[in-house]
């Protein structure tokens, strides 16, 4: 590998070690504070730390049916437990029930297609890099899980900011919404935005996880911020 080579791998090492840092951070959490919120982001970041990992091992030139199936599976379930992770901030208990549901019933659909669905490697892989597009199947049925996952993360942020401004909120909820993107392009044959996403969104989301008084305003009194229940 050249200097370029080293350069990406080494990249996708320091995603999966940032990813499985803040997953386990939020897993933790969801033990100490008995918090489902904290169990979802947990997980859904857990997902990512998978998804990029796996990057990694195919772009070694480790390819598999098997890690192809899980590739696309987690490109959905990645978004659908980061927004289940946000729900919190919307009061309708009836939406929230009805939404994990949904959601959870979804990402079991997904799971099964994704792993009963034969994924050709020399079709979705292309110098190491997984850019192939998934059966139209496995695309209709995920998009059922992005697209409404991202909407309900955008709208959870506007509604923790409306309630309560933070620096944290903003960030945390816009990394949330870039990974969903990425998520979402990937499904929509769009591949390599991704890639660019988990960057981003982490990025995002561990300064939105880390404390930064420096710039947070004081908390209006009413309503909860997407960084506190998240």
């Not at 490109?75 to 659908?80: E, L, P, R, T, Y």
């Not at 099964?112 to 139209?136: E, K």
């Not at 199947?137 to 059922?144: K, M, N, P, Q, R």
């Not at 992005?146 to 309630?163: E, I, K």
């Amino acid at each position: 590998m050249d200097a370029a080579d080293w350069g990406i791998a080494l990249s996708l090492v320091v995603l999966s070690g940032a990813l499985g840092t803040l997953a386990a951070r939020g897993l933790l959490r969801s033990v100490r504070e008995r918090s489902r919120v904290q169990l979802m982001w947990g997980i859904g970041l857990a997902f990512a730390t998978v998804a990029t990992a796996v990057e990694l091992v195919v772009y070694a030139g480790i390819v598999s049916g098997l890690l192809l199936q899980t590739y696309v599976f987690l490109s959905a379930a990645i978004v659908g437990m980061l927004s289940l992770g946000s729900t919190r901030v919307i009061r309708s208990s009836l939406f929230r029930t009805s939404y994990t549901v949904y959601t959870l019933a979804m990402c079991a659909t997904v799971g099964v297609l994704s792993y009963s669905t034969g994924l050709s490697s020399s079709a979705m892989v292309s110098q190491g890099v997984i850019t192939g597009n998934p059966p139209t199947t496995l695309i209709i049925v995920s998009s059922l899980v992005t697209v409404p996952a991202t909407f309900v993360l955008l709208g959870a942020v506007v509604v923790a900011l409306r309630r309560s401004w933070r620096w944290q909120t903003l960030m945390m909820g816009v990394g949330a919404c870039v990974l969903a993107a990425g998520g979402a392009l990937y499904i929509a044959s769009f591949p390599v935005a991704l890639y660019y996403s988990e960057f981003i969104g982490i990025v995002l989301i561990f300064f939105g996880l880390v404390s930064l008084p420096h710039l947070a305003t004081s908390p209006a009194p009413a309503g909860r911020s997407l960084s506190k229940t998240a």
